[in-house]
């Protein structure tokens, strides 16, 4: 980008800050920036992972929702129970489609609500009882299930129930691990607290102390980690490791079981996808197991090809062959992909507002179909995705933490990109504005789209979406009032 566009974006940056007080402004202020690449640490220009200001519309999630609806949820052969009143459970069940192999109700559980449903009475007299009461039921009613989690919601923290002492208990009883999980929405600043709760509580109740499974292993063993198979994610990776002679020995959470969980121990490398939400158990396996970890990215040809050779580079000559072999393959038809919808869509602009890795990690696909990403940003970062997210953008981009609706309005009325990809929360807003949207926490119910196989899917469904004939029937609310200014003055 030339200088020129780094004075407008500073310029924008002050103007859309003008309308805060002044208290509102400095604090604001921290959290907006335009990248600079001579830059070696994010600290030095942007804040994150702080309180959002009251008052504003942060579209940030709780913890809650990032422990069950990240981390557990999708762990396939277990029940996860969301402790408290109906609403947290029913919100969060099904909604970002982690595909499973299983049958729903027998083996596999993720998309059932099991909640404890709390009522008033229980907040007074307290629901240890109650607590007790359902994982009876679910013990006789589901006896395939290989454990169960208990994701505390707000009350519980408020009421000073003692899940962990249920859990030691009925976990004792049965013979099942059973997970007490402290993520009650209040804790923290964002869901980001919720992975590392979540996290903990794996390490705690899943992974130490319990190595003593008989496993055959090899070489080339390694495990999926933080990729939570939305719309069939994981299922793409994995057949391009497979391919090049790895063994995925674990997978999870997508399409993730207890027994996979159990053995990831004995793995020789741990792949992470999803660095804001696994990074913490990674970290915990090479400190105490010893097992190195690779943070990877399957967006876009690209990026695979060169994720492809960094995890060959810690094996030998036959897993470095292989992943040559693998690109090899793939080459020709991801050249037809590009072929065919790079032409659509050369030239068009991107603005990104999402969580976990896909503010930057879906820059080098944009990038492979000829777009370009002028702005950026994370609703639940810490400042090591921004050291990252630097490297990936191009110097003089956008980028914001914690984006207010306001601040993302302002943001894309003075941008005007042809593409906006962000959550449910800003979908149906941009979408009357006239601006065409991809809701990229779940794929807006299509996918996959990492992998090879993934990034077909992703062009057309980019190219489906900004060539759509639907915006030119829309006028966004500014195009509405330049037409009713020239009437007038006519």
Same mark, same amino acid.
Request: with cysteine.
């Given at each position: ?279 913490? /158990?990674?970290?915990?396996?090479? !400190? #105490? &197991? $010893? ?6 990215? +399957? ?120 593409? /906006?990809?962000?959550?449910?929360? !800003? #979908? &149906? $807003? ?6 065409? +949207? ?53």
């Amino acid at each position: 980008m030339s200088e020129n566009m780094r004075e407008e974006n500073e310029k924008l940056v002050e103007e859309v800050l003008s309308v805060y007080s002044a208290d509102a402004r400095d604090e604001r202020a921290k959290h907006l920036m335009v990248n600079d690449k001579s830059i070696d640490k994010s600290k030095k220009c942007i804040t994150s992972n702080k309180k959002s200001l009251p008052g504003v519309a942060t579209m940030r999630g709780c913890a809650y929702a990032g422990a069950k609806g990240v981390v557990w949820g999708p762990i396939k052969d277990m029940i996860s129970i969301s402790h408290g009143p109906v609403g947290c459970g029913q919100y969060s069940r099904a909604g970002r489609r982690n595909y499973y192999v299983g049958t729903t109700g027998v083996n596999t559980f993720v998309t059932m609500n099991f909640t404890s449903d709390f009522q008033e009475k229980d907040i007074v007299f307290g629901g240890d009882k109650k607590l007790e009461k359902i994982l009876d039921e679910i013990n006789g009613l589901f006896p395939l299930s290989k454990g169960v989690s208990i994701q505390s919601e707000c009350p519980i923290g408020l009421i000073g129930d003692d899940i962990e002492a249920v859990a030691k208990k009925k976990a004792k009883e049965y013979g099942k691990p059973i997970v007490p999980v402290r993520c009650e929405g209040f804790r923290g600043v964002s869901q980001s607290l919720g992975h590392h709760i979540a996290n903990d509580s794996v390490r705690d109740w899943i992974l130490d102390g319990k190595q003593d499974q008989e496993f055959e292993t090899t070489p080339y063993d390694v495990a999926i980690l933080g990729d939570y198979n939305i719309g069939g994610d994981a299922w793409a990776s994995r057949i391009l490791l497979e391919e090049m002679g790895l063994r995925v020995v674990a997978q999870w959470s997508g399409d993730g079981t207890l027994s996979e969980m159990q053995l990831t121990p004995k793995v020789k490398m741990n792949l992470l996808h999803c660095y804001r939400s696994m990074n913490y /158990i990674s970290r915990h396996m090479e !400190e #105490k &197991f $010893g097992i190195p970890w690779l943070e990877y990215n +399957f967006f876009g040809p690209t990026k695979i090809a060169e994720s492809l050779r960094k995890i060959a580079s810690h094996f030998d000559d036959k897993i470095k062959e292989g992943a040559e072999r693998v690109i090899e393959k793939y080459t020709p038809a991801m050249n037809a992909v590009i072929e065919k919808y790079r032409p659509r869509l050369e030239g068009k602009r991107v603005m990104l507002y999402v969580g976990g890795l896909r503010p930057r990690h879906v820059v080098g696909a944009y990038e492979d179909l000829g777009m370009e990403v002028v702005g950026t940003g994370y609703e639940f970062a810490h400042n090591d995705d921004y050291d990252r997210t630097m490297q990936d953008m191009k110097d003089a981009t956008l980028i914001y933490d914690d984006a207010t609706g306001y601040e993302l309005d302002e943001f894309v009325k003075k941008l005007r990109p042809d593409l /906006i990809g962000s959550g449910i929360k !800003e #979908k &149906f $807003g941009f979408q009357k504005m006239g601006i065409p +949207f991809r809701q990229m926490h779940s794929w807006d119910y299509s996918g996959p789209y990492h992998g090879y196989d993934g990034f077909a899917i992703f062009a057309r469904d980019m190219d489906m979406t900004v060539n759509n004939p639907c915006w030119s029937k829309l006028k966004a609310p500014w195009d509405k009032e330049e037409t009713v200014e020239m009437k007038m003055a006519g």
